[in-house]
């Protein structure tokens, strides 16, 4: 019997094998690497065998960098605010989705059809329709009597633009997962909470919302770690400008490295601070709304 099973173990193993390979291949040999890579001073111009081992140095260059932190600060704003606006309009696109009962799919074409299009025609097809002169928004403006507005030259309202294409481009996605939460629920639970004489706020806080948490948590993770990564969108759409007030983080690491200044070691600390970040604001969104949980 022992035997058996222990050549059922080593089966499996065996069977492990391929998929080790690949992992270590194509992502454990690449972080380190980049990890090592990072400890140089490299000029990609000048070639590998010139790279200057510097330790420590290019992260300690990075709590200096101011450029760095603007395009950090530009991309949690643009981050918190689209993750806000896209739950709260997911949800409520959701519940309404979910009431429907003639119609619904219609509807949900609709919703689902920004996701078909790919980040950079999104952002070029919303960078022609917000073009200043000519751009049919402004032109909607002008006919209704307003002013035009400069949605890609003002340095104070062009993260707000960045915000609005993303949030039209993606508040299908929580859409989706938060409607397959909700048709997940058993109908009986809601069919008794009704009949007890719990109104439409008090069964959707009592009944649906704890079980829609986990899909929240999934939803608003995901969506997180997107949005930290944005660079298509602020490339296409204003590419950083004006005055780096939509520059996002992303954008200037790519700028430093194969981008334009060619300081890889440089790029690559900045993009492993960047993801240990990503890490800690995920893992503090999950922590959110579990205590709310756990409250209840």
Not at 187 to 212: K, T
Not at 241 to 257: D, K, L, M, W
Not at 271 to 289: P, Q
Request: aromatic share 12%; hydrophobic share 55%; net charge positive.
């Amino acid at each position: 019997m022992s035997h058996t099973v222990n050549r059922r173990k080593r089966l499996g193993y065996m069977y492990m094998i391929p998929s080790l390979v690949i992992l270590a291949v194509f992502v454990i040999y690449p972080v380190i690497y980049g990890a090592v890579t990072s400890l140089y001073d490299w000029d990609w111009v000048a070639g590998i065998d010139k790279k200057l081992f510097v330790g420590l140095g290019n992260y300690l260059q990075i709590f200096s960098d101011r450029l760095f932190w603007n395009a950090l600060k530009n991309t949690v704003i643009f981050a918190v605010l689209s993750l806000l606006a896209e739950f709260v309009l997911g949800l409520c696109c959701a519940m309404l989705l979910y009431k429907i009962k003639k119609g619904g799919v219609i509807f949900r074409t609709v919703l689902i059809f920004p996701l078909t299009i790919s980040d950079m025609v999104a952002a070029i097809m919303w960078r022609m329709m917000l073009d200043p002169a000519s751009g049919v928004v402004n032109q909607m403006l002008r006919s209704i009597g307003l002013k035009p507005v400069d949605w890609l030259g003002n340095a104070n309202i062009v993260i707000f633009t960045l915000v609005l294409v993303e949030v039209w481009w993606m508040t299908g996605n929580i859409t989706l997962i938060m409607l397959a939460g909700l048709q997940s629920m058993p109908i009986d639970q809601l069919e008794c909470g009704q009949i007890d004489g719990a109104n439409s706020w008090q069964r959707f806080r009592y009944l649906q919302w704890p079980h829609l948490r986990s899909f929240a948590e999934s939803a608003l993770s995901l969506r997180m770690i997107d949005l930290l990564r944005v660079f298509a969108i602020a490339w296409a759409v204003t590419q950083g400008g004006p005055n780096r007030a939509s520059e996002v983080s992303q954008q200037y690491i790519y700028t430093n490295g194969l981008g334009g200044y060619l300081d890889i070691g440089y790029s690559i600390a900045m993009a492993i601070l960047f993801s240990v970040f990503v890490v800690a604001i995920v893992a503090v969104i999950k922590r959110i709304i579990r205590i709310g949980g756990d409250n209840e």
